[in-house]
């Protein structure tokens, strides 16, 4: 295992991974439609489990995949390397699946694959523009030799997981790609988001059958529907939202935060199918906790949220607080803004309700405004975490006062550096775009991301922290307690 230490119980993990499983078995049941090939890719190691083996090749591709990326080949291996040295720091030693739950919450993980769904869509269009005097099939067969195949004869490796990194890149690359080829011959009907009305034009993108059988499978493999389709439809999903009661003075930052509180409570209990929102008289949003991350799907009011498991008209909130779309990874921020605006303070709005309720201090007639107090009684989030998990696998927990006074605070960067800096003699130094850096001597740097002038650092992070520089809780809080 890493060095991190783990947040969820061997219990939750499995229950979740479990839980997981079903889901994407049952939504696949409900679309008999769906290619067998994607059926395959989304069940891939169902039920299996083993242990995380180092990835040991040498980042190499052919000449073929070198000729064909010209100036970004380069670009290409640069973040390749830093997948495999991502891999082995972080997932060699895990159980897999199980321990994949946790590889979400490691920012470094994070802010890599967001600098690989930039690179990789831009990587997709710009060869797509090399190849624009090609028809549909001869350029994508083009890609499949001397792209997406290297690229994952590479990747997938027996025993490892660099797939788990670089699978999603390589998907967008092919859609970015791809799509500059068909998305004039996909005719969308109304509401285009929930139906399958759709149609492609293929005499207008092949020769032959043969061409169009191989374009129909790969255009559903990839999902270029939806990532054709998905922008506009967001837009006009968007339109109208009510307002919020959350208090408008509360950033994105400031409610992801309290999200992340409250979600350990309620994760084994939550219901997608009576947290949903309505929008309008066509759609609804289902709120998930997939992983213990906030989490959203438009489907219809009817719809059974375990049916969606699959779907691409998917968002998700990451632990840098990047919202992400499933279905286009690319997407513009400013096309999911509003829609995720929205739906962020409504997730926020019900765990503060349910909080309030479970606290037995709220008034059927008291603003939701008047809860927040009240919220903030919750202890920080991974003891409290494990205190409930703990309790759910019927270990005591004991209520010592001593006990507590180890609990870990959360703290402001600005005053955990200067008090890192003066008690353990810390450095503190900029790192790549908002990212900062501390270590001290003999241990390994720790990076995270600032992603506002002072955030707060929450006692998860501040913990991991500690145990990358080696010092230990009891050492920190007396230094703390004294300073």
Known sequence: MNDNRQIYSKSLKKTLVKDHEDSVQRSLDSKPDAPDSLKKFLTDGHGESHIVLPFERPVYFSANFRSALSKDYLTVVDLFKDGVELHN?????CRFPDDAVEWFNEPDICEFQSRLYKHF??????????KRRNSAYEAQLFLFKNVTSPLDDFTWKAGSRLNFLIEHSIDLLVQSYLSCFVSKSINAYSNAILSCETTIDFNNLCKTPIEARFLDDQIRLYNLRDYVLLEEAVKEVSQGLRPNKTDPSMSNEDLLFDIYEL????????????????????????????????????????DNAVNLATSTFRFSWTITNELRCAGKLDIDPSAINSLGDFILREFHDKLVTLFAIRKGKAKKDEPIECVYEYMYEVADFTTNYHQ?????????????????????????????????????????????GSEMKIWRSGS?????????????IPSVLVKKILKRLGITTQEWLSSLKNS
């Open 89 to 93: 720091k972080y997932l060699v030693g």
């Open 121 to 130: 869509s831009r990587i997709g269009k710009a060869l797509a523009y090399k």
């Open 263 to 302: 979600i350990p409570l309620y994760i084994n209990s939550w219901s997608p199918d009576k947290n949903k929102v309505l929008l309008n008289n066509q759609f609804a949003v289902y709120l998930m906790m997939d992983y213990g991350f906030p989490s959203f799907v438009i489907g219809c009011d009817n």
């Open 388 to 432: 409930v998990l703990s309790k759910n696998e019927g270990i005591e927990v004991s209520n010592d006062s001593k006990e507590g006074s180890n609990n870990i605070p959360s703290m402001m960067m600005s005053s955990f550096f200067t008090f890192m800096q003066k008690e353990f003699n810390c450095n503190v130094d900029n790192g790549k």
């Open 444 to 456: 390994k740097i720790y990076t995270l991301g600032r992603h506002k002038q002072d955030q707060k």
